[in-house]
């Protein structure tokens, strides 16, 4: 079990965006491209999620065009790169839940920071939509743009290095248990979100 953090043991806050600042749903995007599901539509997910080339296209080594090619391909749409764009996007549900005032009550406190595993797409679209939540973050270090994934460990090592504090001094929240693992295992204090309430119950053990 994780010990409870403690007023003053952070200088720096590292956030992951999906599901910890930003609710997202992959099955809205099967629907919006009218993908049958069936029963069990975590196996449509897998197929998709498992691709190398979905991997790739979240380093940066796969432009949009390529990534929709391999959409098409593993899940037999014939959908145009627009169609297909729009429904990736469609994946957004909104801000998560009460996060809005927590960002800005640590931001006052402290330097915010996010790591998030994403794509181009994406960002085109939550830098849009979601500024208002992503202006309290001093840098955001997403993997398309840095060539690396969590958990992979150069991600985390790469992060500590451009924040510039000691790694025992960030608290990072990420909603996976196996990323919060990796970052422990990096020296990082991790908080397994679960919903707003975790980051609300950090801040107040960090006394922010």
Do not use: C
């Not at 996007?89 to 996010?114: D, Q, V, W």
């Amino acid at each position: 079990m994780t010990p409870p953090l403690s007023p003053g043991a952070a200088d720096a806050l590292l956030f992951d965006l999906g599901r910890v600042v930003i609710d997202f749903d992959l099955a809205r995007t099967l629907k919006a491209w009218a993908v049958e599901l069936g029963s069990d539509p975590s196996a449509t997910l897998m197929r998709l999620a498992s691709n190398d080339t979905f991997h790739r296209y979240e380093t940066g080594h796969v432009t949009d065009a390529e990534f929709f090619a391999a959409v098409r391909e593993v899940l037999g749409l014939e959908l145009s790169d627009e169609a297909l764009r729009e429904g990736w996007n469609a994946i957004f549900i909104g801000e998560m839940a009460g996060i809005g005032p927590l960002l800005a009550r640590a931001a006052r406190s402290l330097p915010l920071y996010a790591l998030s595993n994403t794509n181009d797409a994406h960002i085109a679209h939550f830098s849009e939509h979601y500024a208002h939540l992503l202006v309290h973050f001093r840098e955001m270090f997403l993997s398309s743009r840095i060539g690396m994934r969590k958990p992979n460990a150069e991600a985390y090592d790469f992060v500590v290095k451009a924040i510039g504090v000691r790694p025992e001094r960030i608290v990072f929240f990420d909603d996976l248990a196996e990323n919060t693992e990796a970052a422990r295992e990096h020296g990082l204090k991790a908080v397994h979100v679960r919903s707003s309430a975790d980051v609300a119950q950090a801040l107040d053990q960090l006394g922010l």
